[in-house]
């Protein structure tokens, strides 16, 4: 069965400096991957998805993620954090037939400090 | 287009209670699907569906019911409610195009009492 593992419940980062959120994914298959994050009582965005091509892949507000089959993660990063970046992110995996539905990892909270 | 759509917006119930909280999206999607979010325990898949008459289990699907009679629409009920399954509960779809997103509705906030 599919899972995600996110390992760090809780970062915080000095604004400006670079971030690293890290996924690892259980999956047979190539899987699809997503990294979406959820502001407090909000909904949740996309912020980026992989499902096959290059393994960088580019998304929104500047971030970016590599997926690394070897190592069976699909880190999020970003090289400047801004304060408005601080709120709850989640990894993901598509589930089911072609990826119909998803997994999610339990989370990781951005705090930013000025 | 309304996108997913969601009802009721909150919701209180007793122990034992029953209800079916709504799911409608108006974007011809295929594939709907349910989560319940938990503090500390991300977004939870409860089943999922792949069309119209056709639906699966999800990692968490004890003491939730589902069908899917149309395209549009794909109700949760809930047949005795338990204090456990007070959450917030979303419910999203995707076209069937490979690597399509999920669009999500905007959550119930469920309590059991």
């Known amino acids: 069965a599919q899972s995600v593992t996110q390992p760090d419940i809780h970062i915080t980062v000095s604004e400006g400096a670079s971030l690293e959120l890290r996924c690892n994914y259980s999956y047979g298959a190539t899987p699809y991957l997503f990294w979406y994050v959820q502001s407090p009582g909000q909904g949740l965005q996309l912020l980026l998805k992989y499902f096959s091509g290059d393994t960088l892949v580019q998304g929104i507000k500047g971030f970016e993620a590599e997926f690394k089959r070897s190592q069976s993660s699909f880190n999020l990063r970003k090289p400047s954090v801004h304060w408005s970046d601080a709120a709850e992110y989640f990894c993901?995996?598509?589930?089911?037939?072609?990826?119909?539905?998803?997994?999610f990892g339990k989370g990781t909270t951005l705090s930013v400090s000025s | 287009n309304a996108g997913v759509t969601q009802t009721p917006k909150f919701q209180v119930l007793k122990t034992g209670q029953s209800m079916t909280l709504q799911c409608a999206q108006d974007?011809?999607?295929?594939?709907m699907s349910w989560y319940r979010q938990d503090p500390g325990m991300g977004l939870r898949l409860i089943h999922y569906s792949v069309g119209a008459g056709i639906t699966d289990q999800g990692e968490v699907p004890n003491g939730y019911n589902v069908s899917r009679s149309t395209t549009e629409d794909f109700p949760l009920r809930l047949l005795s409610a338990a204090p456990s399954q007070t959450s917030v509960y979303f419910c999203?779809?995707?076209?069937?195009?490979?690597?399509?997103?999920?669009?999500f509705g905007p959550g119930t906030r469920l309590t059991v009492l």
């Open positions: 974007m011809n999607h295929e594939y």
């Open positions: 999203a779809s995707r076209g069937l195009a490979t690597g399509e997103e999920q669009f």
């Open positions: 993901a995996v598509g589930a089911g037939q072609a990826g119909t539905a998803l997994i």
